[in-house]
């Protein structure tokens, strides 16, 4: 008996499975240790899910890869104009670039001229002005609120910033309301070439501002050129006439005499 016991044991040991590279072919599968073993109260597991994270697919490869590459270009973007840095001068002209797009400086400006205009086609031209700004400031504002990107380098916003809701990053709100106006104005003023060349480098500039301070990326000010585009085409679409407009600035000024 107990030599039997001994050659039984020295057959274990001589065993190739019972190597330690082997001991996993002893062991039972995961599947047979129990439902939901280590996972919590996961549940059983599905199949291919032990593949989700060793074989992604090739659009979340390429998702993934278009996000590194425009964080990483938002961010040199931004040392180079000095968000890091020390060159002060460059920043500050950014910065007066980027105030340009704003949109208090717009609103305020359009409702000075509105004011002082005496022509009733100046007055529709200018009404029609002011509503595609504020479709474009709350369009915007409610998508920034709805995805709540932060920029390339989470700076927060300023004093302005929150005034014109423009808190975070995407949609970049300054390219929006770049091409907005620009196509607005070149579609109802009478402009030289060289002004309406200026007109969209203007545009074109001032999102690319946004990213050379840090508050954009890259896509940001692309799908806000977009956005821009798509609300110059609402706003002709759907273009107030010189009557309705006459009628809104009655109601603005508290002049409305309501027909009887």
């Known amino acids: ?7 039984s044991r020295a057959r274990e040991r001589n065993n190739v499975l019972n190597r330690p590279e082997f001991l996993s072919l002893n062991q039972p599968p995961r599947r047979e240790q129990g439902s939901g073993e280590g996972r919590g109260s996961g549940g059983p597991r599905r199949p291919g899910e032990d593949c989700i994270q060793l074989n992604p697919s090739f659009r979340g490869i390429a998702i993934n890869s278009l996000l590194a590459i425009d964080i990483s ?26 105030l340009t797009g704003h949109a208090l400086p717009w609103l305020l400006g359009t409702l000075i001229c509105l004011w002082s205009s005496n022509t009733m086609a100046g ?3 200018l009404v029609n002005l002011l509503l595609a700004l ?20 989470d700076s927060p916003p300023g004093f302005l910033d929150y005034i014109a809701m423009d808190i975070y990053s995407f949609p970049a709100a300054h390219a929006s309301r770049a091409v907005m106006v620009s196509k607005f104005l070149l579609n109802h003023l009478v402009l030289a070439v060289p002004l309406r060349i200026l007109l969209y480098l203007w545009a074109v500039l001032v999102g690319v501002s946004r990213v050379l301070l840090g508050k954009h990326h890259l896509s940001d000010v692309g799908c806000g050129f977009a956005l821009g585009f798509l609300h110059f085409n609402l706003v002709e679409s759907v273009w107030l006439d010189s009557a309705t407009c006459q009628t809104l600035i009655s109601i603005g ?7 009887v």
Not at 253 to 259: A, D, F, K, S
């Open 134 to 153: 504020i479709l474009d400031l709350m369009t915007v504002a409610g998508m920034q609120k709805l995805v709540k990107r932060r920029g390339p380098w």
């Open 1 to 7: 008996m107990p030599g039997s016991q001994t050659r």
């Open 253 to 259: 000024t508290l002049r409305w005499t309501p027909l």
């Open 73 to 98: 270009l938002s961010k040199r973007m931004g040392v180079y104009a000095g968000v890091h840095g020390s060159r002060a001068p460059l920043r500050s002209m950014v910065s007066l670039l980027a």
């Open 123 to 125: 007055q529709e031209v």
